[in-house]
């Protein structure tokens, strides 16, 4: 690796960390950076990704913990179903290419832009213990999330914060404090699997990871002690969500032209 393509991969994991912790969709920088300016073919990149995942997502976690802001017993159900998902998402991607799971990716991202910006305010209100999910809504919701997260990763913290949000009743924050825990349990798995198809390049990904962990611990620090982290969540989750589309649908080029 050359001296511009180190600087590349920490300065865009940490980007991809701090986005990861607070909205979601980071794992669209990394895995970019380990495509295009690394040259991994699309499954090793994939299966690299999530060690920078798994240590942004530990770092967070921790961060969150020391802050007092994880509750980890209020998440074990959720955390069973997503990894029950995570491992058959994880073994159908060493299999098949996951191009055709981004087209479908792309126009998800569209009505998902729509349910973030219709009525923000359910965005911003604080976690509601009192309400119980429907369990026929909540089990597939979680498995498919884990199939999804285990499958590529990219876009799984949008649509986890969205199920939490709207489905669940909690909080924009409280939602990203038990998504970066379930993120670190079900990739423990999900590493697992790639590292035994060999799918992963540990040195690499240990230099993604780098920038990716501290962008992760920064950003759950600054989330577990700003009062108005919820709305900068929000706020940023927007942005993320934007771009997003932009990007798959290659609007941008339209401005370049």
Wanted: net charge positive; aromatic share 14%.
């Amino acid at each position: 690796m050359e001296l511009y393509q180190y600087l590349i991969a920490i300065i865009g994991g940490a980007l991809a960390g701090c986005i990861n912790t607070l909205a979601g969709n980071g794992s669209a920088i990394t895995l970019t950076i380990l495509t295009e300016v690394l040259g991994l073919p699309p499954n090793m990149a994939n299966g690299t990704n999530r060690v920078g995942v798994m240590t942004q997502s530990a770092a967070a976690t921790y961060a969150f913990y020391r802050n007092g802001r994880l509750d980890w017993e209020k998440s074990k159900f959720y955390i069973v179903l997503t990894v029950i998902g995570a491992i058959a998402g994880v073994l159908v991607a060493t299999w098949v290419s996951n191009e055709q799971f981004k087209t479908v990716f792309s126009y998800m991202m569209i009505v998902m832009l729509f349910v973030v910006l219709i009525k923000p305010k359910r965005w911003l209100r604080e976690t509601d213990l009192s309400s119980t999910p429907r369990l026929w809504l909540t089990i597939p919701a979680f498995l498919f999330l884990g199939f999804y997260g285990g499958f590529i990763q990219m876009g799984m913290g949008i649509i986890f914060l969205a199920i939490m949000v709207l489905g669940v009743k909690w909080s924009l924050i409280d939602s990203n404090v038990i998504k970066s825990f379930i993120v670190v349990v079900y990739t423990v798995f999900v590493i697992a699997i790639f590292q035994w198809k060999g799918l992963i390049d540990w040195q690499i990904g240990a230099i993604l990871a780098i920038g990716q962990t501290a962008g992760g611990w920064f950003t759950a620090q600054f989330a577990s002690r700003y009062e108005k982290a919820n709305l900068w969540a929000y706020r940023l989750l927007v942005v993320v969500m934007i771009l997003a589309v932009i990007k798959l649908f290659n609007l941008h080029t339209y401005f370049l032209n």
